[in-house]
Every structure is written in structure tokens, then in C-alpha cells.
T-cell receptor
Framework: GDSVTQMEGPVTLSEEAFLTINCTYT??????LFWYVQYPGEGLQLLLK?????DKGSNKGFEATYRKETTSFHLEKGSVQVSDSAVYFC??????????????FGTGTRLLVSP | EAQVTQNPRYLITVTGKKLTVTCSQN?????MSWYRQDPGLGLRQIYY???????DKGDVPEGYKVSRKEKRNFPLILESPSPNQTSLYFC???????????FGPGTRLTVT
């Protein structure tokens, strides 16, 4: 079946450092890819998405490019802030096996940013 | 304000005592779903609903029931909770299957 693999955390960075969180996926067809963020004590919020190969999703300084050749959707930010500390989830929907009725999530990567 | 609400936010109960977790959305979304979040496993779908009176199983439906009598509400029912249902539960809604999901704040359930 379809699956998503994320790098294990926690990722610990100092403020203004460059962030990369790796995400790779296994799916047939043409899934849509998402990054969600979960702040402490809150639900998940959609951070960005990409619906086809070579699309770049971006929001709040975060970016991710849908790379079909490497089946990847890595999350990047040029300069992190303390307020970016959260758990980040990569997810897909619409693969041939999964369809659109659910999101398939990775296990999440915790980001800790210190001043 | 567009939102998905869940109640209760925290619940501690005992094995076998029936409980219901409510979910409500104010965005007139057709699609709603329930997920559980467990350490090391990410989020897994329990049930989903495409519209009123249309529901189907997700990946981990055992021990759960749902109903969709009104468009805005999608309660999750545990008829006889067991300790392995201790988890963090999220409700989500979207305007269509391919649309972004809006998640509720979560319900932390502990079954002793």
C-alpha cells in the first residue's frame, strides 16, 4: 500500500538556522502531497501542498517541491524561529492504492528551535 | 470563524463504559473523518463519511462506530472501550475528497 517515510526527530536547531526535514513516499499513480504542522496541544494545520510533479508548495517561509523522480517532498525553511517549534507531518492522498478518501501520514518529525 | 470542534478534549474512563466523542464543523463540508494518533505510528484513519448517511471504514475501525445524521456532526462512538483504544483522536473535515483537511483540536482518551 501507499506509505510515507519521514526522518526521525527531534531536529534541534538554533534560531535563524536552515531547516530540512526529509520526506519520501511510496505510491502508484499521481498522489497529492502535504505538509501539516502540529503545535503543542493543538490539532493539525495544513502548512503547504503540491498536487503534481515539480509543483512547489510554499507558506510562511516554508517550501517543498514534489519530486517524482526521487519520490520526495522535503520541507525546507531558510531561517527558523523559536515559534516554528512543532511536530511536522508529511502526508499523501490520491495514490492509486489509497484514493482520496484518506490521508496517509508519516510518523512526524519534532522540531525544536532554541533562541 | 471556520472551525472543527471536538468534545471532550480530555477523557479518562474505564474498560467497557460506553462513550461518545462529538465532532462538529461549521463550514458545510461534505467530507468528515476520524483519525487516531499514536507514538511512532503517526495518524491512522478510523472512519470517514462522504456525506449524510454515507460512512465507511478506514484502516483501524475495530471497536469504533460512527454516525452521520446531520452534515455538521460526526460523532465517534466506543461501545465497549478497551485500554488499547487509549490514544489521541482527531476529527477532520473538507469540502471535497481532494481538498485540504481541517482538523479539530484533538481528544485525549485514556481507558483504564
Amino acid at each position: 500500500g501507499d506509505s510515507v517515510t519521514q526522518m526521525e526527530g527531534p531536529v534541534t536547531l538554533s534560531e535563524e538556522a536552515f531547516l530540512t526535514i526529509n520526506c519520501t513516499y511510496t505510491a502508484t499513480g499521481y498522489p497529492s502531497l502535504f505538509w501539516y504542522v502540529q503545535y503543542p496541544g493543538e490539532g493539525l494545520q495544513l502548512l503547504l501542498k503540491a498536487t503534481k510533479a515539480d509543483d512547489k508548495g510554499s507558506n510562511k517561509g516554508f517550501e517543498a517541491t514534489y519530486r517524482k523522480e526521487t519520490t520526495s517532498f522535503h520541507l525546507e525553511k531558510g531561517s527558523v524561529q523559536v515559534s516554528d517549534s512543532a511536530v511536522y507531518f508529511c502526508a499523501l492522498s490520491g495514490g492509486k492504492n489509497t484514493g482520496f478518501q484518506k490521508l496517509v501520514f508519516g510518523t512526524g518529525t519534532r522540531l525544536l528551535v532554541s533562541p | 470563524e471556520a472551525q472543527v470542534t471536538q468534545n471532550p478534549r480530555y477523557l479518562i474512563t474505564v474498560t467497557g463504559k460506553k462513550l461518545t466523542v462529538t465532532c462538529s464543523q461549521n463550514m458545510n463540508h461534505e467530507y468528515m473523518s476520524w483519525y487516531r494518533q499514536d507514538p511512532g505510528l503517526g495518524l491512522r484513519q478510523i472512519y470517514y463519511s462522504m456525506n449524510v448517511e454515507v460512512t465507511d471504514k478506514g484502516d483501524v475501525p475495530e471497536g469504533y462506530k460512527v454516525s452521520r445524521k446531520e452534515k455538521r456532526n460526526f460523532p465517534l462512538i466506543l461501545e465497549s472501550p478497551s485500554p488499547n483504544q487509549t490514544s489521541l483522536y482527531f476529527c477532520a473535515s473538507s469540502s471535497g475528497l481532494a481538498g485540504p483537511r481541517y482538523f479539530g483540536p484533538g481528544t485525549r482518551l485514556t481507558v483504564t
